[in-house]
């Protein structure tokens, strides 16, 4: 109880952390969610760009949406990141979404006593409004009422008590489906997840691997073991960075020929008319959907890929990160070969 209070603390005071105070240790928190990325490879097959882009997703606090089949990691995924992380259960919140779920079973039961005096109050305590960290499987199988729910929570980070509005403790959501369905309703659910990634089997190309490392897997849970916990990183770097980065993006410099931002410092102009270049094309040849919202998140997606992965302005390579805007699977096995090869980068 004194380690979670602890933990409390030190999450609710890294708000306050000055620029300079981030900018000193941020060397350090790079290296930190490096080592837990490369770690976190090693206990799957195949799996080390999802892992890449969960990090980046849970940096940028941005919902990464994992698609695939049934039996391909996806909850695991989740599962060992989280773990790796040593996020306590209290911090932690994941459902299996059906249309037949309840608002009260994600966002809490309403408080009766309350009712009785009229008012409509949810007790959140243990669903996702007190979780810092989400993982909601088969999202798009939930009812309206969800769905609405989720809107708001994702983007306005908040949710309705008696209605008021009042903020959710969400900081980095992951979500699962085996399909994208194409409905017109879910347009608006599916746009929050600018990134979406395929996880895709992995037993043409790496049998005997996959056949050791889940044999791995399942005896370790059964012994109660988690070698991927290793102390690598934690949410409070995870969360450093991602006020680090944010400061960075705020930082406007008055100089003698007008006012610098980050684009100016890292963003280089050849990259950025390449980025509109690529979205054009995306959205001409291939009526990709890209919304003036999901450009904004791209942005800070790719700053924070670059700072991630080689800590400094971004380069073409950053750019491939909309391999991972498609808005069906179709689009999703499309651009994960179309973008490389627009950007040079196919091997």
Partial sequence: MLRMHRMATELSSIDDLPFEALAQEAP??????????????????????????MMVAAVAQEPLLLVGDPGTAKSELVTKFREALGVPDSDYFEYMLTRFTEPSEVLGPIDVALLRDG??????????????????????????????????VINERKFYQDGVPTRVQLKVLFAATNEIPEQAELAALKDRFCLKVACRSVQEDHFLELV??????????????RPWAEGH?????????????????????????????????????????????????????????????????????????????HGGAVERSDLALLSYVGETRQEIDLLEDKVPRLLGLAS
């Fill in 28 to 53: 350090k928190l790079r290296e930190r969610l490096g080592r837990l990325r490369r770690s976190l490879a090693r206990f799957f097959v195949g799996r080390e760009r999802v892992i890449d882009l």
């Fill in 119 to 152: 008012r409509y109050v949810r007790r959140e305590k243990g669903k996702l409004p007190t979780a810092t960290v989400v993982f909601l499987d088969e999202v798009f199988r939930s009812n309206s009422a969800i769905l609405n729910a989720l809107l708001t």
């Fill in 212 to 225: 050791d490392a889940g044999l791995d897997a399942q005896t370790q849970r059964e012994l109660g073991q």
């Fill in 233 to 309: 990183a934690t949410l409070a770097d995870l969360l450093k960075a991602h006020r680090y980065l944010n400061l960075m993006f705020a930082r406007n410099v008055e100089t003698p020929s007008g006012v610098e931002r980050d684009r100016d410092r890292f963003f280089p102009q050849e990259l950025l008319a390449e980025l509109r270049r690529l979205i054009r094309t995306l959205v001409r040849e291939d009526e990709v959907f890209v919304s003036d919202r999901k450009v904004v998140k791209l942005y800070r997606l790719i700053r924070t890929h670059a700072w991630l992965t």
